[in-house]
């Protein structure tokens, strides 16, 4: 056991508490409102609506969600929208390819094409056409 020797605090430490004054509930309400309340935390970003895989040259795996409408078929970007899914049909064609494209309505550039099978679904093993390489891969979460 420990002895302790001589008071806990001095006089003057015994002092300035014997003087101190409660705080009132105002006040201290005020002291809540004025603290700074930590940032928010972002939300999660949304779950993908198909996912792009394989070795792909260009790289243009990663998550797709969608970005708008096209050919009155849904579009798909990547997070950073540099490339895009969505549906070509020629015109007066009631069927075409879902695309990889750098942009929306353009087959210019690297692109991966897969024949349509089912309208609004663009999953499937999509084939490159130069300068484009690699077969990619897209499929639902």
């Not at 949304?46 to 795996?61: F, R, W």
């Not at 897969?114 to 093993?125: A, E, H, M, S, Y």
């Not at 999509?126 to 897209?138: D, I, K, L, R, S």
């Amino acid at each position: 056991m420990v002895k302790i020797r001589g008071p806990l605090f001095s006089q003057e430490a015994m002092g300035r508490i014997a003087r101190a004054r409660p705080i009132s509930g105002s006040y201290r309400n005020r002291l809540r409102r004025e603290a700074v309340a930590p940032a928010p935390e972002p939300p999660p970003p949304p779950p993908p609506d198909y996912i792009v895989t394989g070795t792909l040259t260009p790289d243009v795996t990663g998550d797709y969600n969608e970005a708008g409408v096209y050919n009155d078929a849904a579009y798909y970007s990547n997070a950073t929208e540099n490339w895009f899914i969505w549906d070509y049909r020629p015109a007066g064609g009631l069927e075409g390819l879902w695309v990889i494209t750098q942009t929306v309505a353009s087959l210019t550039g690297p692109f991966w094409s897969i024949q349509v099978r089912n309208p609004g679904d663009p999953t499937g093993t999509y084939t490159a056409h130069a300068p484009a390489n690699g077969t990619a891969y897209v499929a639902a979460p």
